[in-house]
Nanobody
Protein backbone atom coordinates (compact mmCIF):
# COMPACT_ATOMS: atom_id res chain seq x y z
CA UNK A 1 0.00 0.00 0.00
CA UNK A 2 1.05 3.54 -0.71
CA UNK A 3 -0.35 6.64 0.90
CA UNK A 4 -0.24 9.91 -1.01
CA UNK A 5 -0.68 13.33 0.56
CA UNK A 6 -0.90 16.48 -1.54
CA UNK A 7 -0.09 19.96 -0.28
CA UNK A 8 0.53 23.42 -1.62
CA UNK A 9 -2.87 24.41 -2.92
CA UNK A 10 -4.43 27.76 -2.24
CA UNK A 11 -6.12 30.86 -3.56
CA UNK A 12 -4.09 33.00 -5.95
CA UNK A 13 -4.67 35.62 -8.61
CA UNK A 14 -4.34 34.95 -12.30
CA UNK A 15 -0.73 34.99 -13.40
CA UNK A 16 0.59 33.76 -10.08
CA UNK A 17 2.43 30.52 -9.35
CA UNK A 18 1.84 27.61 -7.03
CA UNK A 19 3.93 24.58 -6.19
CA UNK A 20 2.04 21.41 -5.39
CA UNK A 21 3.79 18.58 -3.60
CA UNK A 22 2.81 14.95 -3.24
CA UNK A 23 4.45 12.97 -0.46
CA UNK A 24 4.37 9.19 -0.69
CA UNK A 25 4.67 6.85 2.25
CA UNK A 26 4.28 3.15 2.78
CA UNK A 27 5.53 0.78 0.14
CA UNK A 28 7.60 3.34 -1.72
CA UNK A 29 10.32 0.94 -2.84
CA UNK A 30 8.37 0.06 -5.96
CA UNK A 31 8.85 1.94 -9.16
CA UNK A 32 5.67 3.92 -9.58
CA UNK A 33 4.63 6.05 -12.47
CA UNK A 34 3.19 9.23 -10.98
CA UNK A 35 0.51 11.51 -12.27
CA UNK A 36 -1.38 14.67 -11.43
CA UNK A 37 -5.05 14.96 -12.26
CA UNK A 38 -7.61 17.66 -11.51
CA UNK A 39 -11.34 17.96 -11.20
CA UNK A 40 -13.25 21.19 -11.47
CA UNK A 41 -16.81 21.56 -10.12
CA UNK A 42 -19.29 19.89 -12.42
CA UNK A 43 -16.59 18.46 -14.64
CA UNK A 44 -14.95 15.11 -15.04
CA UNK A 45 -11.51 14.45 -13.67
CA UNK A 46 -8.83 15.23 -16.22
CA UNK A 47 -5.17 14.46 -16.68
CA UNK A 48 -2.67 17.21 -16.00
CA UNK A 49 0.81 15.68 -16.06
CA UNK A 50 2.63 12.39 -15.66
CA UNK A 51 6.19 11.28 -15.01
CA UNK A 52 8.01 7.99 -15.24
CA UNK A 53 9.73 6.46 -12.19
CA UNK A 54 13.12 7.48 -13.56
CA UNK A 55 11.94 10.98 -14.31
CA UNK A 56 13.19 10.61 -17.86
CA UNK A 57 9.74 10.76 -19.43
CA UNK A 58 7.02 13.31 -18.85
CA UNK A 59 3.79 14.27 -20.53
CA UNK A 60 1.41 17.21 -20.13
CA UNK A 61 -2.13 18.01 -21.01
CA UNK A 62 -2.09 20.53 -23.82
CA UNK A 63 -3.59 23.43 -21.85
CA UNK A 64 -0.84 23.31 -19.21
CA UNK A 65 2.10 22.62 -21.45
CA UNK A 66 4.75 25.36 -21.13
CA UNK A 67 3.18 26.54 -17.84
CA UNK A 68 3.37 23.49 -15.58
CA UNK A 69 6.36 21.29 -14.78
CA UNK A 70 6.26 17.90 -13.10
CA UNK A 71 9.32 16.54 -11.32
CA UNK A 72 10.14 13.92 -8.72
CA UNK A 73 12.72 13.16 -6.09
CA UNK A 74 12.73 9.42 -5.45
CA UNK A 75 15.08 9.79 -2.50
CA UNK A 76 12.48 11.94 -0.78
CA UNK A 77 9.47 10.09 -2.20
CA UNK A 78 7.97 13.30 -3.47
CA UNK A 79 6.48 14.52 -6.74
CA UNK A 80 6.13 18.21 -7.44
CA UNK A 81 3.89 20.08 -9.84
CA UNK A 82 5.18 23.59 -10.44
CA UNK A 83 2.38 25.71 -11.84
CA UNK A 84 3.18 29.08 -13.39
CA UNK A 85 1.04 31.66 -15.14
CA UNK A 86 -2.08 30.30 -13.52
CA UNK A 87 -5.42 30.97 -15.14
CA UNK A 88 -8.95 30.92 -13.68
CA UNK A 89 -9.63 27.78 -15.72
CA UNK A 90 -6.94 25.99 -13.70
CA UNK A 91 -9.25 26.15 -10.68
CA UNK A 92 -9.87 22.60 -9.49
CA UNK A 93 -9.05 20.02 -6.89
CA UNK A 94 -5.68 18.53 -7.82
CA UNK A 95 -4.96 14.88 -7.15
CA UNK A 96 -1.71 12.97 -7.08
CA UNK A 97 -1.79 9.35 -8.24
CA UNK A 98 0.62 6.41 -8.38
CA UNK A 99 0.60 3.47 -10.75
CA UNK A 100 2.38 0.18 -10.10
CA UNK A 101 2.43 -0.82 -13.74
CA UNK A 102 4.96 0.42 -16.22
CA UNK A 103 3.28 2.69 -18.73
CA UNK A 104 4.29 4.37 -21.91
CA UNK A 105 3.98 8.12 -21.72
CA UNK A 106 0.94 7.88 -23.97
CA UNK A 107 -0.83 6.04 -21.19
CA UNK A 108 -0.17 8.58 -18.43
CA UNK A 109 -3.62 10.09 -18.93
CA UNK A 110 -5.46 6.81 -18.29
CA UNK A 111 -6.69 7.32 -14.77
CA UNK A 112 -7.91 3.72 -14.44
CA UNK A 113 -4.32 2.55 -14.60
CA UNK A 114 -3.43 4.33 -11.35
CA UNK A 115 -3.64 2.29 -8.17
CA UNK A 116 -3.32 4.89 -5.44
CA UNK A 117 -4.75 8.39 -5.07
CA UNK A 118 -4.32 11.23 -2.65
CA UNK A 119 -7.14 13.18 -1.06
CA UNK A 120 -6.61 16.21 -3.25
CA UNK A 121 -5.67 19.83 -2.72
CA UNK A 122 -7.78 22.80 -3.80
CA UNK A 123 -6.37 25.33 -6.23
CA UNK A 124 -8.43 28.45 -6.84
CA UNK A 125 -7.34 31.09 -9.32
CA UNK A 126 -9.19 34.39 -9.30
CA UNK A 127 -9.40 36.68 -12.30
Amino acid sequence: QVQLVESGGGLVQAGASLRLSCAASGRTSSRYTMGWFRQAPGKEREFVAGIAWSGSSTRYEDSVKDRFTISRDNNKNTVVLQMNSLKPEDTAVYYCAAARSVMSRWEYDRDWKYDYWGQGTQVTVSS
